[in-house]
């Protein structure tokens, strides 16, 4: 049974930046994506990112591209999320996932999740 890690989140000032990591235990197929999502307090969880495992195609939300970066390491079984120039808005906690069926933005499509790092932007 796979399970998931998150890790790298804390309080930074506005501008800055911050590599999250999402280590895996088990094997993850080429067939499957992983992805990061984020929720802020009150808000439903929101697609920020996610990555083909095989391939290495990446994906963005409109609201994070050109900002974050998005890439795995399939030696690691790791997962990272570089978030550069950082605004107050990005402050959630950032969650990894695992789809098992392929690339999907779609939360509820995603079979496991870690349990989640706080990132907080301060402004």
């Known amino acids: 049974q796979v399970q998931l890690l998150e890790s790298g989140g804390q309080l930074v000032q506005a501008g800055g930046s911050l590599r999250l990591s999402c280590a895996a235990s088990?094997?993850?197929?080429?067939?499957?994506?992983m992805g990061w999502f984020r929720q802020a307090p009150g808000k439903e969880r929101e697609y920020v990112a996610a990555?083909?495992?095989?391939?290495?195609?990446?994906y963005y939300s409109d609201s994070v591209k050109g900002r974050f970066t998005i890439s795995r390491s399939t030696a690691e079984n790791t997962m990272y999320l570089q978030m550069n120039s950082l605004k107050p808005g990005d402050t959630a906690v950032y969650y990894c996932?695992?789809?098992?069926?392929?690339?999907?933005?779609?939360?509820?499509?995603?079979?496991?999740w870690g349990q989640g790092t706080q990132v907080t932007v301060s402004s």
């Open positions: 088990g094997r993850i197929f080429s067939s499957h994506a």
């Open positions: 990555i083909r495992w095989g391939t290495g195609g990446t």
């Open positions: 996932g695992l789809a098992r069926r392929g690339y999907t933005t779609i939360a509820a499509e995603y079979n496991l």
